[in-house]
Nanobody, 123 residues
Framework: HVQLVESGGGSAQAGGSLRLSCAAS?????MGWFRQAPGKGREDIAS???????TYADSVKGRFTISKDNAQNTLYLDMNNLQPEDTAMYYC?????????????????????WGQGTQVTVS
């Protein structure tokens, strides 16, 4: 059972930057970041495999960077040029390897392990 703990959320001014971290209790093959704003559905914003191959949603491409430290079992999301529309609760997710899905860019429903979320507010 993989446990995930996010940190690094907070408030930022438009145009500013934040770095989110997600500490995992053990190594996992595929990890991703999601966000959910009030009154909106969950958005899959980035995913990464153990080799560092990554995919991004169009809404964050060029501004956000996902990375993974396999030695530390930690996932990161570097967010630059933040905009008010980036305000949301951010969640990390993880899934061990299986031949039943591809990564990066898996279907969101393949993730079995989720963090508790960290709030990002941009004004």
């Amino acid at each position: 059972h993989v446990q995930l703990v996010e940190s690094g959320g907070g408030s930022a001014q438009a145009g500013g930057s934040l770095r989110l971290s997600c500490a995992a209790s053990e190594y996992t093959y595929c990890m991703g970041w999601f966000r959910q704003a009030p009154g909106k559905g969950r958005e899959d914003i980035a995913s990464i495999d153990s080799d560092g191959s990554a995919t991004y949603a169009d809404s964050v491409k060029g501004r956000f960077t996902i990375s993974k430290d396999n030695a530390q079992n930690t996932l990161y999301l570097d967010m630059n040029n933040l905009q008010p529309e980036d305000t949301a609760m951010y969640y990390c997710a993880a899934q061990p390897y299986s031949a039943d899905f591809w990564c990066p860019g898996p279907r969101p429903e393949i993730y079995n392990y989720w963090g508790q979320g960290t709030q990002v507010t941009v004004s």
